[in-house]
């Protein structure tokens, strides 16, 4: 009997936890598409300085990815503290390799230019 | 209500899935830690397209050689395609069945298969234009960066037909659900690589 309405109960949880599953999946693809069609809109329509175009796309690909991760891989600061420390490292050896290279190289090809004649 | 506590990145089975649960701790984070390591490399060959950027050679550039109605569209048949996978993730945590987790992977599947055949259309476009790899850096950097997504996609698209033949042969054990928890991660984490090509590559070469 007691057996019984435990069942009960972990049935009504789970199913009250998937509907909260289902909507954060919800959440998720709706926020990705705003953040997708938002920049290509702008690139397809809005007459706007390049570098303000460049920032804009910048900015709505890191809030999607943020989106991702949250929504789609369940990464939060709730739960085991190594997958997200491990997303932060990863990025940082990502970030300092990624400008490294794009600074070097832009250094150098600008040191490579031919000055122009006078 | 009472929130379990979350092992792993990715859904969750929970207490209700009893050893399988467990099992599936280190795997994840083994998958994980790939995972990571995959993402560094995408990064350096990023960081590759970027510095060639402007290394035409005289060549067709990104304004000649890119479609955004056709990326537009695969951005979207990519962002689907993580959806379903999130059902097909929710079909099996709340065992609905082996019919409805094998029908949302076969969806996954078909909007995969979708996604690369627009981009081998893109390419095929881009070679009739002279936009072939050996024609500038720009190029080789290109054809670097974007189909090594896509071969991640096609290793991704049969490693789902491999997990279905799985359920078919074995039906639904622990060593299907670790797979398919770790193809969710998979296909999830390509979503996001693609976020990163679709700004870097195609938006930012259009503006």
């Known amino acids: 009997m007691i057996e019984q309405t435990r069942d009960g109960r972990n049935a009504t949880t789970r199913k009250l936890e998937e509907r909260k599953e289902f909507r954060s999946y919800i959440w998720g693809i709706a926020l990705a598409l705003v953040l997708t069609l938002v920049p290509f809109a702008l690139v397809h329509w809005a007459a706007m300085p390049r570098l303000w175009l460049l920032s804009a796309i910048g900015a709505f690909a890191l809030v999607q990815i943020v989106i991702h991760f949250r929504f789609f891989l369940h990464i939060g600061f709730w739960q085991k ?36 004649q006078p | 209500m009472s929130y379990e506590a979350i092992k792993h990145p990715g859904l969750n089975l ?8 467990d099992a599936a701790e280190s795997m994840m984070f083994g998958f994980w830690v790939f995972l990571m390591s995959d993402a560094i490399l995408f990064s350096m060959v990023f960081a590759t397209y970027v510095t060639s950027v402007g290394a035409t050679a005289g060549g067709p550039g990104p304004h000649e050689l890119y479609d955004i109605k056709s990326v537009f569209i695969e951005t979207l048949l990519l962002l689907a395609s993580s959806f379903t996978f999130g059902m097909a993730s929710l079909a099996l945590k709340y065992k609905h069945g082996t019919a409805r987790l094998i029908g949302w992977l076969a969806v996954t599947l078909v909007l995969g298969v979708a996604f690369l055949g627009f981009e081998l259309h893109d390419f095929a476009s881009m070679f009739s234009k ?12 290109f054809f670097d960066l974007v189909p090594l997504h896509g071969l991640h996609v096609t290793g991704g698209s049969i490693w789902l037909i491999c997990l279905v033949g799985q359920i078919a042969m074995y039906g639904v054990d622990t060593q299907v659900k670790l797979g398919v928890m770790r193809l969710a991660l998979f296909w999830h984490f390509l979503d996001i690589v693609w976020i990163a090509i679709f700004s870097v590559v195609y938006l930012a070469g259009l503006t």
């Open chain 2, 130 to 141: 002279g936009g072939v790899p050996s024609r500038s850096g720009f190029l080789s950097a």
């Open chain 2, 14 to 21: 929970g207490s209700a899935h009893g050893r399988d649960h």
């Open chain 1, 81 to 116: 503290r190594e997958d997200l420390q491990l997303i932060l490292f990863s990025t940082l050896l990502l970030v300092i390799m990624v400008t490294g290279t794009i600074w070097i190289m832009a250094s150098l090809a600008m040191r490579m230019t031919l000055p122009a």
